[in-house]
């Protein structure tokens, strides 16, 4: 099988920084990624090539066969890649049902079909009931949630999570890795998760991506990678200059 995205040694500059310095991964249909790195990694930077958002300044992005390397970010939408984003981007002042409606109309121009089924995913994400309340009044978790309906409601083949859990309670945590295995198991979508909790992120990934000052330094079974030296190093430096 052809993978579904494939990322062919992708650099990203901004100014004399390397953000993502020639990194190539596949990701396979069907698979959970974990794709992690201490902070300044590079990880959303990589998100944002792939969405659209950002062109890479050299490589090349290809998903379901197609070349997306220059493509724009409502085109790769269609194709079907839908993310999330670090830093919340609900639209604030419109209601979560409206939200969610902004992802359906990608799909369909009949406002009746994209209200269902943007209440069906309001549902799903547990969000029940707050169909009408404005986006910005929502707790952060339920903020999160929020954007992954309204990411879902664009039928995606791949999405990709964007710190989706960080920030949460350990409770709220772990609701949202039931969303994701939900999210994998129910509705057949590829993810690629990042995320800075190891104890998350390992039992969730089939596989994981390291990255590290913008390069991919390893890539395996979460049983490998926790084993990994450069990759322990990685961690424990980040510590060392916390400290
Ligand atoms: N739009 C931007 N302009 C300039 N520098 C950026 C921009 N986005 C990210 N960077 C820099 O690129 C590096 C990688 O950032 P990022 O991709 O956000 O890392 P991560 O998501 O792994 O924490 C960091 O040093 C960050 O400061
Ligand atoms: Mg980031």
């Known amino acids: 099988m052809a993978p579904l995205l494939q990322v062919e040694a992708s650099s990203k500059r901004f100014g004399g920084l390397l953000a993502n310095r020639d990194v190539s991964l596949a990701i396979e249909p069907g698979e959970i990624v974990g794709l992690i790195g201490p902070n300044g990694a590079g990880k959303t930077t990589l998100f944002n090539c792939i969405t659209g958002y950002m062109h890479p300044d050299e490589g090349r992005i290809v998903f379901d066969a ?22 919340v981007r609900a639209f604030g002042r419109m209601t979560a049902l409206e939200n969610v409606v902004c992802g359906a109309l990608q799909r369909t121009n009949r406002i009746a079909e994209a209200r269902a089924r943007a209440r069906e995913l309001l549902d799903f994400t547990d969000l029940r009931g707050r169909d009408d309340a404005p986006a910005a009044t929502l707790t952060l978790a339920d903020k999160k949630r929020l954007e992954i309906a309204r990411a879902l409601a664009t039928q995606p ?68 990678i926790v084993r990994d030296e450069q990759v322990i190093r990685a961690y424990l430096g980040e510590r060392r200059a916390a400290r």
Do not use: F
Not at 182 to 201: G, P
């Open 66 to 87: 197609g070349d997306i390397t220059h493509t724009r970010p409502e085109r790769i939408c269609r194709l079907g890649v839908a993310r999330t984003w670090q830093v």
């Open 157 to 224: 083949k791949l999405l990709l999570l964007d710190e989706a859990m960080s920030g949460l309670t350990p409770m709220e945590a772990a609701a949202a890795v039931q969303l994701v295995r939900r999210i994998h198991a129910e509705l057949n979508v590829t993810i690629c998760v990042v995320e800075h909790v190891m104890e998350v992120v390992m039992p969730l990934s089939h596989r994981v991506i390291v990255l590290d000052y913008g390069v991919k330094i390893a890539d395996g079974t979460p049983e490998a």
